[in-house]
């Protein structure tokens, strides 16, 4: 069996568009002026010492806290980085480096 091969026509169409007239409303926002106050508010900061031996000692409670989480008594885990974090910005002086290391 062969297949017949038929021609295939396509009819052309012509569309017309008619013109459309669209009305648009012109809308005006009036917005009124907002006042904001703002309360100023002064903190003083103590300086604080640090010593080696409280900074060994708040890294022993960050450390028992870490023990704690991995043990699953506790669910925060990121307490203790931050508190890691925060002995370890407080070492400024090079004798509680040397207590880190």
């Given at each position: ?6 021609p295939?026509t396509?009819?052309q ?8 007239t ?29 010593t ?19 043990k ?19 070492a400024?002086?090079?004798s ?6």
């Amino acid at each position: 069996m062969t297949a017949e091969q038929r021609p295939v026509t396509a009819e052309q169409k012509t569309v017309k568009a008619e013109p459309r007239t669209v009305k648009v409303e012109q809308r005006t926002v009036k917005a009124e002026p907002k006042t904001v106050k703002v309360e100023q508010r002064t903190v003083k900061a103590e300086p604080k010492t640090v010593t080696a031996d409280s900074l060994l000692q708040s890294f022993e409670l960050t450390r028992n806290t870490y023990i704690r989480i991995k043990k699953g008594k506790q669910k925060n885990s990121a307490n203790y980085t931050q508190t890691l974090h925060s002995i370890l910005h407080r070492a400024d002086s090079p004798s509680v480096a040397k207590c880190i290391v």
